[in-house]
Nanobody, 125 residues
Framework: VQLQASGGGLVQAGGSLKLSCVAS????????MGWFRQAPGKERDFVAA????????DYADSVKGRFTISRDNAKNTVYLQMCSLKPEDTAVYYC???????????????????WGQGTQVTVSA
């Protein structure tokens, strides 16, 4: 299993970025994919998750209405479209994936077995 995240960068407050995570080696009919973030000195926090089959989504309250998680079945890729970015969104963003049958809570990072390498998002004031 491999997860490859990309798309991070430096953006001004109010701007937008779109992260991508290309996944391989997972049975895409029965997985959850999630995005998490970790700011310096802080714990890794849940951002968003999507059930691959059916496309149902879940968001942290801090990003609801600003971020959108989606997936492209043909490209085995999950995206995180981030709009109206704030300086407090600055963090390393990680994608994660696991089987539905293995996940007790898609919001809880440690339950995911597979992680990408992280991509830095920096939002300047």
């Amino acid at each position: 299993v491999q997860l490859q995240a990309s798309g991070g960068g430096l953006v001004q407050a109010g701007g937008s970025l779109k992260l991508s995570c290309v996944a391989s080696g997972l049975p895409f009919t029965s997985i959850f994919m999630g995005w998490f973030r970790q700011a310096p000195g802080k714990e890794r926090d849940f951002v968003a998750a999507i059930r691959w089959s059916g496309g149902s989504t879940d968001y942290a309250d801090s990003v609801k209405g600003r971020f959108t998680i989606s997936r492209d079945n043909a490209k085995n890729t999950v995206y995180l479209q981030m709009c109206s970015l704030k300086p407090e969104d600055t963090a390393v963003y990680y994608c994660a994936g696991d089987l539905e049958s293995s996940l007790r809570n898609p919001r809880y990072g440690p339950t995911y077995a597979y992680w990408g390498q992280g991509t830095q998002v920096t939002v300047s004031a």
